[in-house]
């Protein structure tokens, strides 16, 4: 009961405080049309199941825009390739209480949590967020945030509570999900004018969760010679916490992210599961990227019969023409080291992704993005 009465004086608060925005006076409505539209090819070795052939990764079609000076909206769907059908990808509501200082969202978008999870899919710049991303960021989320900048853009934060289970429409239990998160940027907005830049960043999470595919296991799959990781059942506790940096000098940048999730299981038994990468790349006249990164990953592993805990690391190596354009063309190679052949593959806020890394796979990818 406390901790209703705590929620119902948070959203109370909030609401108060914008009051006197919402009083302002309002203009016309305006609609901003978004799409991403990703699709490719991939060839992979028999050793991984062999999935050669044509590919769609995401068609996603959304519109943002403001209603009067002080409340916004965006709203998108997506094709969900694996079950054939069209699926809400953000509904959600939200209006400045103070400027760009404090904004409150509610309805279904990106929770503040993780690094590479925040950014748009447009702009990662493989084919797919890394493993540790797909498996232990929560995504997008049900629920209410507080986010503001605060410094000329250098300074972001964000917190917020949701339901904790992904676009259900429902709570499907009475536990809640809460993050939060603080990251700083050098120059602020203006980034793409500096030869210097560096920024750093880090997030938390925490929820009670009920039997909620969270669990990352190793378990065996059908044509693959090691386990894989896949997401599972888990009920208890879940603690998430990492963080991330970047820094860029002219052509050259190099990034990484770690995050780290401990499960407390109801039976009193506890794990953990950790990924994280590095990436380094170079820009050629600002029409091609040379990339290059680590992957490693880590299931939680010995629980529920499953196989110990296993690390799938991968070496991606890629090439980007025309990167930050509306239109991109993408190739990239994976090597699986120590005996890696597939990694994570679904996210966990149930979201399309592209292929898993997988050991002598080939990838092209085709996007353009409005």
């Given at each position: 009961?406390?901790?209703?009465?705590?929620?119902?004086?948070?959203?109370?608060?909030?609401?108060?405080?914008?009051?006197?925005?919402?009083?302002?006076?309002?203009?016309?409505?305006?609609?901003?049309?978004?799409?991403?539209?990703r699709t490719g090819f991939r060839l992979e070795s028999d050793a991984t199941g062999g999935r050669d052939g044509f590919a769609l990764y995401d068609a996603r079609l959304g519109a943002t825009g403001k209603v009067g000076i002080v409340f916004d909206y965006v709203a998108g769907i997506e094709v969900d390739r694996r079950e054939e059908s069209i699926r809400l990808l953000d509904a959600a509501l939200g209006f400045a209480i103070k400027d760009d200082l404090l904004r409150l969202g509610i309805g279904l978008e990106r929770s503040g949590?993780?690094?590479?999870?925040?950014?748009?899919?447009?702009?990662?710049?493989?084919?797919?967020?890394?493993?540790?991303?797909?498996?232990?960021?929560?995504?997008?989320?049900?629920?209410?945030?507080?986010?503001?900048?605060?410094?000329?853009?250098?300074?972001?934060?964000?917190?917020?509570?949701?339901?904790?289970?992904?676009?259900?429409?429902?709570?499907?239990?009475?536990?809640?999900?809460?993050?939060?998160?603080?990251?700083?940027?050098?120059?602020?907005?203006?980034?793409?004018?500096?030869?210097?830049?560096?920024?750093?960043?880090?997030?938390?999470a925490f929820s009670e969760d009920s039997a909620l595919v969270a669990l990352p296991l190793s378990l065996p799959e059908e044509g693959v010679a090691n386990p894989v990781p896949v997401l599972t059942e888990f009920t208890g506790d879940r603690l998430s916490w990492g963080g991330n940096a970047r820094v860029a000098y002219r052509e050259f940048a190099v990034a990484g992210e770690y995050l780290r999730t401990d499960f407390s299981h109801s039976d009193?038994?506890?794990?953990?599961?950790?990924?994280?990468?590095?990436?380094?790349?170079?820009?050629?006249?600002?029409?091609?990227?040379?990339?290059?990164?680590?992957?490693?990953?880590?299931?939680?592993?010995?629980?529920?019969g499953s196989e110990a805990a296993q690390t799938t690391k991968f070496l991606v190596l890629g090439v980007n023409v025309l990167p930050g354009l509306v239109g991109r063309l993408g190739v990239q190679y994976a090597f699986g080291l120590d005996g890696s052949l597939a990694g994570q593959e679904l996210a966990l806020d149930g979201t399309n992704t592209g292929p898993r890394l997988a050991d002598g796979q080939f990838l092209l990818n085709l996007q353009v993005a409005f």
């Open positions: 009961m406390n901790r209703k009465l705590h929620l119902a004086a948070c959203i109370a608060l909030g609401l108060a405080a914008g009051q006197p925005a919402v009083l302002q006076a309002q203009t016309g409505p305006t609609l901003e049309v978004t799409g991403l539209l949590f993780g690094g590479e999870a925040i950014e748009n899919k447009a702009d990662i710049p493989f084919v797919e967020r890394f493993q540790g991303s797909l498996a232990l960021a929560p995504g997008r989320q049900l629920g209410l945030d507080l986010s503001g900048a605060a410094l000329e853009g250098r300074l972001h934060y964000a917190g917020g509570i949701y339901n904790g289970n992904g676009s259900s429409w429902e709570n499907d239990g009475n536990g809640f999900l809460w993050t939060a998160r603080a990251g700083w940027n050098s120059v602020g907005e203006l980034e793409f004018f500096e030869d210097f830049v560096w920024e750093v960043g880090a997030s938390s009193g038994e506890d794990s953990s599961s950790e990924g994280w990468y590095a990436q380094g790349s170079f820009t050629l006249w600002a029409a091609a990227e040379l990339l290059a990164r680590y992957d490693s990953f880590r299931t939680a592993g010995g629980i529920g």
